[in-house]
Each structure stands twice: as structure tokens, then as C-alpha cells.
């Protein structure tokens, strides 16, 4: 895929390593051991920099999407919730129910997700079939961790996970990021005031996270900050 929220997984989608959790003491020993590279360096090497497209300016989503593929989706998108998922397009990740989650958001709310999933993989056919107007896959895209910041979301539904980087990433770029509660998520996203676990076998609490994210996005709540608890923990 890209650099940008990727976790190496073996065949059974679980993450090498990571079976005996009592083998790492706690979540920045899992990554070390996982990506063999010590955290702090790649944190400062993955810090967000002035060439990564922001969320805020009409010129900046335009941007995105034009190198995306679909500059009309600004027109018709401009007021959504911008949510993206880097990801295989592996059982695993568990998108259909993702995407199951936003249409149920969709349903119940005015202002809309637009649900960007960028990645590739056997079942990108059949989400494709599952896809309504507020869905878009968009297959590979290279650098994509370049446009993080043109987003407001990060969702990740995986039903099994190390300790992601695309956690680490997306708080870098300054995401919201709803997870599931699953291997070492929890430790990553610990207290933050912008992470949100949810249950990814459960559509409603995925909605859940959803909401309460969204609710972040229009008026940040007061406390720790996932950025500042990654680059503290990291």
C-alpha cells in the first residue's frame, strides 16, 4: 500500500510476534519488535511536514481528490465528515462492516461521512458491490500518507492487530483515530480525548465511535491529545 497505516501481517492476518503478548511488555516494545526500528526515529522520520495536504482549505481537498482520481467529490462532498481507511483489502480489516457503520451513521445523520478506503486486495471486487455514493475505494495510491491531514477521521475496524502503525501515523497528522479494541490498540490510544475504541464485530458501536469522533471534529473536548500521548510514549 503505502507507508501511511500499514501493518505487516502474516497469512492469518495476525501480526508476526504478537501471539504471545507477554513477550512485550508494553506497546512501544511490540512495534520495536514488529518493524525492527526504534520508535523515536521514525516518529521524527513520520512527523508531519509543510507538504502533507490540510483538511482545511477547499484548495487542499481539491487537491487530494484530483490526485485521488475524483475532484467532483469536493463539490458534492464539501461538508462532510472525511474519514479515510488505509488498508489490504483483507477479510481482516473487516471493511465491510466499516462500511456497514457509515451508511448507518448516514442514515441517521445530515451532515454525512464520505468513507475513503485507499488500498488494494482480493476482495476489492466485492466491496465495490457494496459501495453507495458516501463509499469510495480507490484502490493503491502512491505516497498516500502525503494527504492524511486533507482528512478529519482515521478509522481502523481490524478484527485482529499488532500495534499498528496507522495509528501512530494518523495521530502524527493530528486524526481523531476509532479502533478496535483489539492486541495493543488500547495502549496506544490509552486516555486520549481523540481516540475511540469500539468493538469491530458491532455495527452499532462502530456508529458509536463515529459519532463521537465527529463530535470531536466540529468541538475538540479538553485533555490528552493521541499525538502528544504517541510522541510521550514513543
Known amino acids: 500500500i503505502s507507508a501511511l497505516f500499514v501493518t505487516a501481517t502474516n497469512a492469518t492476518g495476525v501480526a ?20 525492527g526500528a526504534p520508535l523515536a526515529a521514525w516518529i521524527a522520520a513520520n512527523a508531519p511536514g509543510p507538504t502533507m495536504v490540510r483538511r482545511g482549505s477547499a484548495a487542499g481537498q481539491l487537491a487530494l481528490f484530483r490526485q485521488l482520481g475524483n475532484a467532483d467529490v469536493v463539490a458534492t462532498h464539501g461538508d462532510a465528515f472525511y474519514v479515510v481507511t488505509v488498508a489490504e483489502l483483507h477479510p481482516n480489516k473487516n471493511l465491510e462492516r466499516a462500511m456497514e457503520a457509515v451508511k448507518s451513521y448516514n442514515l441517521k445523520h445530515e451532515r454525512k461521512i464520505l468513507y475513503t478506503i485507499i488500498g488494494d486486495g482480493e476482495l476489492r ?15 493503491f495510491v502512491p505516497d498516500a500518507a502525503r494527504y492524511a491531514k486533507a482528512f478529519d477521521i482515521c478509522l481502523l475496524p481490524s478484527l485482529k492487530e499488532g500495534v499498528p502503525y496507522a495509528i501512530l501515523e494518523a495521530a ?48 475538540p473536548s479538553a485533555g490528552r491529545i493521541l499525538s502528544s500521548i504517541v510522541r510521550e510514549k514513543f
Not at 504478537?18 to 514488529?34: G, Q, T
Not at 458491490?129 to 480507490?138: E, G, H, P, V
Not at 502524527?172 to 469491530?200: C, F, K, W
Request: aromatic fraction near 6%; charged fraction near 25%.
Open 16 to 35: 508476526p510476534g504478537f501471539a504471545d503478548r507477554a513477550n512485550y511488555p508494553d506497546a512501544r516494545a511490540k512495534c520495536e519488535a514488529l518493524h
Open 125 to 139: 471486487e466485492y466491496l465495490k458491490t457494496k459501495a453507495d455514493r458516501n463509499i469510495m475505494l480507490l484502490g
Open 172 to 219: 502524527l497528522a493530528g486524526l481523531p483515530v476509532v479502533a478496535s479494541r483489539v492486541g495493543g490498540i488500547p495502549e496506544v490510544l490509552g486516555d486520549a480525548s481523540d481516540g475511540y475504541l469500539v468493538n469491530p464485530k458491532d455495527v452499532r458501536d462502530i456508529v458509536r465511535g463515529l459519532h463521537e469522533a465527529a463530535q470531536y471534529v466540529i468541538k
